[in-house]
């Protein structure tokens, strides 16, 4: 069930020689826009996702009697970092035993320049929308067949690009499959909830799969209506499940429900060893150090916590005796210390000059210190406390974003009084 990229498919893949399985059920898991996500922060409880829970999930049905699709959107950019990403990602789609996966067109893009697709092989089909506007040609289809019920039912998966194809070209493809009864999918990408009307009337899909504009999925279209039309949301946060059932008259009827992918799953072994070697890539490819970074203004510099101590004994004293002291040694501790997704918030000025590189070249800019919040202290240092320092001191939100610091909206008071080391006027 091998598709490879060379052969540009206008038919699906030929009958199966062997016969088709036999199963009790049949169950479509899918994922997709992923978008880099290989696992949540963990910087406040109860963020959903992760590629190392999803094995929790799928494991509730038997391997035989399911399909694992996964609808692309694999990462945000093209900088070294979401370059990472995307190999760790294919990686991760064969451990986790994914049958087939529709590569949106900059994902080909991507997949070729990594040199993933060309002569590789995978143990999942590649599928991809059409390439008419990147030269890339258009991908294999993937098709699969079970016996259910006692008929015989041909799952045909097929990406298109909203923008670049047309349901018509679906519609072609899908009926060249070989089968009588059949359950299209169409994976369609670059479509929101105004483009895909034409493809609900005209590309005979049974269920199609949509560009996702929320991280939770969505059934768009009506309970019990054909075709079935849904997001499954971002960040790999959720998981969609369709379970396929064949009438008597060999009609697939199909039941969607959005599972969430909490964090009390529990983690499967080989693909938190998968996130590990990640981090070890991160790490030995310097982009910690190699991080773009622009210059401070008037010239300033930042001088480290430890340059304010002689004077502010007091408020050093009870700085570090809070939780922004250690939010390096919390990196260290879930060994993301060399990653700057991560590193950004959790140390002085990454992305400036003269601010944090790494814990070796700059260990004084270590942690949420104090020049995160005043600013950097070089001038008032030299003017010993005159020349006043610059930042306004309260700009949380920066990096209490809701969705690293789910508990600050709301409690900015309580969040300030934990942080205080000032003299209480
Ligand atoms: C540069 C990013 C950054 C800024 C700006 C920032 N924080 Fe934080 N804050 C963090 C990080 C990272 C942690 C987690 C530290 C740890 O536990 O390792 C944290 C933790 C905290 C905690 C501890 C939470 C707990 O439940 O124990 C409080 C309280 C807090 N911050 C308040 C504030 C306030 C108030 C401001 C603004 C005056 C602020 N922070 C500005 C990054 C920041
Ligand atoms: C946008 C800024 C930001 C980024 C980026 C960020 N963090 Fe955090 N992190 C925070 C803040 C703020 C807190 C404190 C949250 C709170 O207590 O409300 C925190 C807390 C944490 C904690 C402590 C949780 C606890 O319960 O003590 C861990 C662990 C953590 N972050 C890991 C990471 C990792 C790993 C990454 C990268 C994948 C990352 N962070 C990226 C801002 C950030
Ligand atoms: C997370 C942000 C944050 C960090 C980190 C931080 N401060 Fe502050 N600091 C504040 C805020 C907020 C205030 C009090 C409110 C105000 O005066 O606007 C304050 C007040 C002060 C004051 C009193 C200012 C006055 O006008 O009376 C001093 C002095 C001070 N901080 C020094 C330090 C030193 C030294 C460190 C590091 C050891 C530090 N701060 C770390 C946010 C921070
Ligand atoms: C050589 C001594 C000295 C050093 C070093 C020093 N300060 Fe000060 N600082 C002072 C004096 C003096 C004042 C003004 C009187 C006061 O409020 O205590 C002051 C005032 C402040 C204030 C309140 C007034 C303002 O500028 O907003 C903050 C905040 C502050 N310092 C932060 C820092 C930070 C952060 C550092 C380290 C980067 C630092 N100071 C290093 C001596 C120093």
């Not at 692309?72 to 070294?80: A, H, K, N, T, Y």
């Not at 005209?202 to 209506?225: F, K, N, R």
């Not at 601010?355 to 020049?371: H, M, N, Y």
């Not at 001038?379 to 610059?390: D, E, F, I, Y």
Request: hydrophobic letters at 35%; a negative charge.
């Amino acid at each position: 069930m091998l598709a490879g990229l060379s052969c540009p498919a206008e038919k699906l893949d030929p009958p199966q020689t062997q016969p088709a399985p036999s199963v009790e059920r049949l169950v479509l898991f899918f994922s997709g826009d992923t978008l880099g996500s290989l696992k949540p922060c963990g910087c406040s409880g109860g963020q959903l996702g992760g590629l190392e829970k999803r094995p929790a999930i799928f494991s509730e049905v038997p391997a035989s009697e399911r399909l694992l699709l996964d609808t692309g959107s694999l990462v945000e950019g093209d900088r070294e970092q979401d370059l990472i990403k995307f190999r760790i990602l294919f990686r991760a789609f064969s451990l986790l035993g994914y049958d087939a996966i529709g590569l949106t067109q900059r994902d080909v893009e991507i997949a070729e320049s990594l040199g993933l697709i060309a002569g590789q092989q995978h143990p999942f089909a590649i599928i991809g929308s059409d390439g008419e506007q990147t030269g890339v040609e258009r991908p294999a289809s993937f098709s699969r067949s079970f016996r259910l019920n006692g008929g015989e039912l041909a799952v045909n998966v097929a990406a298109f690009d909203a923008r670049s194809d047309t349901a018509e070209r679906a519609a072609e493809l899908f009926a060249s499959a070989p089968r009588d009864w059949r359950l299209n999918v169409l994976i369609l990408h670059n479509s929101d909830p105004g483009s895909v009307l034409p493809w609900t009337q005209a590309s005979g899909a049974d269920c199609i799969v949509c560009t996702s504009t929320t991280d939770e999925p969505q059934q768009l279209s009506e309970h019990g209506a054909r075709p079935l039309v849904f997001t499954v949301g971002r960040f790999g946060r959720h998981l969609c499940r369709v379970r396929v059932a064949l009438s008597a008259a060999g009609t697939p009827t199909l039941e969607w429900t959005d599972i969430s992918v909490t964090e009390d799953l529990p983690d499967e072994p080989a693909l938190a060893q998968l996130y590990r070697q990640y981090q070890q890539i991160v790490s030995d490819s310097n982009l910690l150090e190699n991080y773009p970074r622009v210059p401070l203004p008037d010239g300033l510099r930042y001088a480290g916590s430890k340059s304010c101590q002689p004077c502010h004994l007091y408020e050093y004293t009870l700085w570090g005796s809070k939780a922004h002291a250690s939010a390096f040694a919390t990196l260290v501790e879930v060994g993301s210390d060399r990653d700057p997704e991560c590193v950004i918030c959790h140390v002085v000025g990454m992305d400036r000059e003269s601010g944090f590189i790494s814990a070796q070249r700059t260990p004084g800019l270590k942690d949420v210190g104090c020049e995160v919040c005043h600013g950097p202290g070089s001038q008032h240092n030299a003017s010993q406390g005159l020349a006043l320092t610059v930042e306004p001191k309260v700009a949380c939100l920066d990096c209490h974003t809701p969705e690293k610091s789910s508990g600050y909206a709301g409690h900015e008071e309580e969040y300030l009084e934990k942080i205080t080391h000032w003299w209480e006027p």
